[in-house]
């Protein structure tokens, strides 16, 4: 399995170049490259990362293994070491942190595939089969669907499933409020904030869900709003 967002950490122009065309040919989105921690985290909170490849000697103060110990402090976003290291040292330092994968360089292209492929494979066996979610990041919807609350993912079967942006406000104020109701109100509120959007849209929005996944019970509540049913 191939993760679709992913932002690489490399501070070797040629590598995360390399790097970079391999992940394009198999159908990733390189959704930034860092030479530094420097502006790591922002991009972390305004878009959506599914893999992070780091390497271990950055630029600036803050190595790579520090950098994956502060971004796993507020994201859970596995990552994939990068390094020309593999001594002994470097190595139980790199597993202090828990990390995905290592990959020493010089790297082959199916190097990095094999890497990224168990590691994110081995990640989403651990987000969707875990009985007692972490943190509860987790909120069981059904016996194969699971919503990422950190993520803000919907996952079916183990897959990550692509939604609208409006689709995902709604599913997430629903998850937020699992087994009670919400109002019409607050839904269109949380989706449209201040616009005059009118119940038939929130409706429709409701519709064009259901019908994407009829294995999620969404269920009107007395024309006043909906409510979400889980198992957790």
């Known amino acids: 399995m191939i ?3 992913i932002v690489i950490i490399e ?14 040919k198999y159908g990733s989105h390189v959704v930034a490259i860092y030479n530094s921690f420097k502006g790591v985290k922002q991009e972390l909170k305004d878009k959506e990362i599914d893999l992070i490849l780091m390497d271990i000697n950055i630029l600036g ?10 971004i796993q402090a507020d994201y859970d976003i596995p990552i994939i070491f990068i390094s020309a290291y593999s001594d002994s040292d470097t190595i139980e330092e790199v597993l ?5 994968g290592f990959v020493t360089k010089p790297f082959t292209e199916n190097d990095l595939l094999i890497a990224i492929k168990v590691g994110y494979g ?3 066996s651990t987000v969707v089969d875990t009985q007692s979610p972490k943190e509860n990041h987790l909120v069981k919807i059904t016996d194969i669907c699971y919503y990422h609350r950190l993520q803000k ?3 079916i079967e183990g897959k990550p499933v692509k939604l609208s942006a409006n689709q995902n406000r709604l599913l997430e104020e629903l998850i937020q409020s699992h087994n009670n ?15 005059d959007i009118s119940a038939s849209a929130l409706r ?26 889980s198992y957790t």
């Not at 103060?61 to 502060?70: F, Y």
């Not at 202090?96 to 995905?100: E, G, I, L, R, T």
């Not at 294995?215 to 709003?225: L, R």
């Open 61 to 70: 103060p803050v190595d790579g293994i520090e950098a994956s110990k502060r």
């Open 181 to 195: 109701p919400v109002s019409q109100e607050q839904l269109i509120y949380a989706i449209w904030n201040d616009q």
């Open 3 to 5: 993760p679709k967002n």
């Open 153 to 155: 993912r919907l996952y």
């Open 122 to 124: 081995r990640y989403i």
């Open 204 to 229: 429709t929005l409701v519709y064009s869900l259901r019908k994407l996944l009829p294995q999620i019970p969404i269920e009107s509540v007395s024309k006043s709003g909906y409510v979400l049913r």
């Open 11 to 24: 501070d070797e122009p040629i590598t995360a170049r390399y790097i970079e065309g391999i992940l394009n």
């Open 96 to 100: 202090k942190v828990a990390p995905y």
